[in-house]
């Protein structure tokens, strides 16, 4: 399982995991956080989701 390469990626994977959760609407979600819904485990979502946000550029460079 991966961690997050970026604060935006991190929170993506949080919105897909409240909607996962049942805790927010899948059908609000939106471009990356919807594919995670979509593609990933719960257990995929949890981890990327709770990667530590310091240290993390805003968004990850589009070559990785």
Do not use: F, I, W
Not at 37 to 46: G, H, I, N, V
């Amino acid at each position: 399982m991966a961690k997050a390469k970026s604060k935006a990626q991190q929170q993506a994977a949080g919105a897909a995991l409240a909607a996962k959760r049942g805790e927010s609407d899948a059908g609000d979600l939106q471009g990356a956080s919807k594919q995670m819904y979509d593609s990933m485990s719960e257990d995929e979502l949890e981890e990327m989701a709770s990667t530590d946000r310091s240290g993390l550029p805003e968004q990850a460079d589009q070559d990785d």
